[in-house]
């Protein structure tokens, strides 16, 4: 595939998790790399990536990256390959602390993380007694692949309108989502996280966030972040396009990485 139509894939995916698209976009900057393309143009595919994704930190991680070894191939080539591997090391061992970490029971999920996803598959492999709650996750209803995919893989899940996970919520023992950037203001994720942790924090069920270093952004939210959602009908009505809100970190009870398992204190991370 010509790297400029892979390029227009990704900037246009708003099904793929950060964790994928990170994946794809290493790999496509590796494959322009071997094949020659311009510093500029590489610059200029990583910023588009970038700013395509607003709110996935792994990939603002990559834009920098390149614009800092553009001009050194193979030095560039080296980052890249040990950014991609750094990032599966650190996902095996974020995936492998929330799996230890899952309680047994009823748990609340919103979007599609490739991580959370493989931690209760994990979980329910080693005995564990699961019921996942996945929301439909509007706009885009990413939710219903991932009810799917678990209930291909056997885990226990049922399917819930994204207002009725508000009523399902006080029924789980976590709300376990994943991350597209936890950022210094708080947890930045699929649109209504936000609203889902108030009640949660509210009903005194846990927030919990799993990701990866590769997550973390050095600096607050910024409107920019909203990013685009796709259209929920076609329909010449105006609609809201945010596709990623804001959870401060005051509502998040603790964030699980390749690290561990971190407890929250003094709302920050």
């Known amino acids: 595939m010509d790297w400029r139509t892979e390029l227009t894939k990704i900037c246009l995916d708003r099904k793929s998790g950060a964790a994928v698209l990170s994946r794809r976009s290493a790999k496509l900057l590796a494959k322009m790399v071997r094949q020659g393309v311009k510093p500029a143009n590489l610059v200029e595919a990583a910023q588009k990536i970038s700013d395509s994704h607003p709110a996935m930190a792994p990939l603002w991680h990559l834009s920098q990256l390149t614009r800092e070894f553009a001009q050194q191939p193979s030095k560039l080539l080296t980052s890249l390959r040990q950014f991609l591997a750094d990032l599966e090391t650190h996902t095996e061992a974020a995936i492998s602390h929330a799996t230890e970490w899952l309680p047994e029971g009823r748990v609340l999920t919103h979007s599609f993380s490739s991580l959370v996803f493989r931690a209760f598959v994990q979980a329910r492999q080693r005995g564990k007694r699961l019921e996942i709650v996945c929301t439909v996750s509007l706009p885009g209803g990413e939710g219903i692949a991932l009810a799917k995919s678990l209930a291909k893989s056997e885990v226990p899940v049922i399917l819930v309108a994204d207002l009725q996970a508000f009523s399902w919520l006080m029924k789980c023992e976590a709300f376990l989502v994943g991350a597209d950037a936890w950022c210094r203001d708080g947890l930045v994720h699929k649109v209504g996280t936000k609203h889902l942790a108030v009640a949660a924090k509210q009903s005194g069920v846990p927030i919990w966030s799993v990701g990866t270093s590769e997550k973390?952004?050095?600096?607050?939210?910024?409107?920019?972040?909203?990013?685009?959602?796709?259209?929920?009908?076609?329909?010449?009505?105006?609609?809201?396009r945010t596709l990623y809100d804001l959870t401060e970190w005051s509502l998040v009870t603790g964030i699980i990485d390749e690290n561990g398992v971190h407890c929250l204190e003094s709302g920050h991370v």
Do not use: C, T, Y
């Open 216 to 240: 973390r952004l050095p600096f607050g939210w910024n409107e920019r972040m909203k990013g685009d959602a796709p259209l929920v009908s076609r329909l010449p009505i105006a609609q809201d």
